[in-house]
Structures are given as C-alpha cells and as structure tokens.
Nanobody
Framework: QVQLVESGGGLVQAGGSLRLSCTAS????????MGWFRQAPGKEREFVAG????????RYVDSVKGRFTISRDNAKNTVYLQMNSLKPEDTAVYYC????????????????????WGQGTQVTVSS
C-alpha cells in the first residue's frame, strides 16, 4: 500500500511560481508511475502531468506545457511539480496520484488509471 502526502500549495500572484511536493510511504514507490491531477471549483478533475517510474517519460496537459515540470526523486520517495508562470486559471486543488503498474514506461492521463491518491493541496493564483 502507498500513502501520498502533498505539500507546497498556497497563494501566489499571477506570473509567480510554486513547487508542489508529494512524499510517498512504502517501499514500492519507485516501481510506479506518478502524476498530478487538479480540480477547480465547478469543473471536472483533469490530468496535469505524469512521470513514469524511472523519470524517463513524462506527459503534460497542453495548457501547462512549457510552464510546469514534473520530476521525481526515488531515493526520497518524492515527486515534484514545479509550476512557473502561474495563471489564475491554474487555481485548483492539486492531487498527487500513483498507479500500480510495476516498472512500466506508460503514463496514464485518466483518473481511473491511478490507484493511489493524496488528500490534495490548494493552489490559488491571484490576478
């Protein structure tokens, strides 16, 4: 079993940066793809970014490409989301997720592909 705990959310002005962190419990973290989803008030939850077990494959939703970077440190059981040039439309609760496909290069974008979810961290971008 893997438990995920996010941190790093907060309030930032448009154009600013934040780095989200997600620390996983359990020795199996390094075997799984990890990712971030977000949900804004009144909107459906959407995939933001994902990274395979080794860090060699990443995927992003088009709206964050060039602004957000996902990375992981398997020695620290932590995945990161560096968010630059933030926009008010990035305001949402951000969730860290993990799948159960051992050592796969595949990075899913649908929420049903991820079995482990964190509690979420709020990111608010003011204009």
């Amino acid at each position: 079993q893997v438990q995920l705990v996010e941190s790093g959310g907060g309030l930032v002005q448009a154009g600013g940066s934040l780095r989200l962190s997600c620390t996983a419990s359990g020795r199996t973290f390094r075997r799984y793809a990890m990712g971030w989803f977000r949900q804004a008030p009144g909107k459906e939850r959407e995939f933001v970014a994902g990274i395979n077990w080794s860090g060699g494959n990443t995927r992003y939703v088009d709206s964050v490409k060039g602004r957000f970077t996902i990375s992981r440190d398997n020695a620290k059981n932590t995945v990161y989301l560096q968010m630059n040039s933030l926009k008010p439309e990035d305001t949402a609760v951000y969730y860290c997720v993990g799948d159960q496909n051992d050592y796969s290069d595949y990075v899913g974008t649908r929420d049903e592909e991820y079995h482990f979810w964190g509690q979420g961290t709020q990111v608010t971008v003011s204009s």
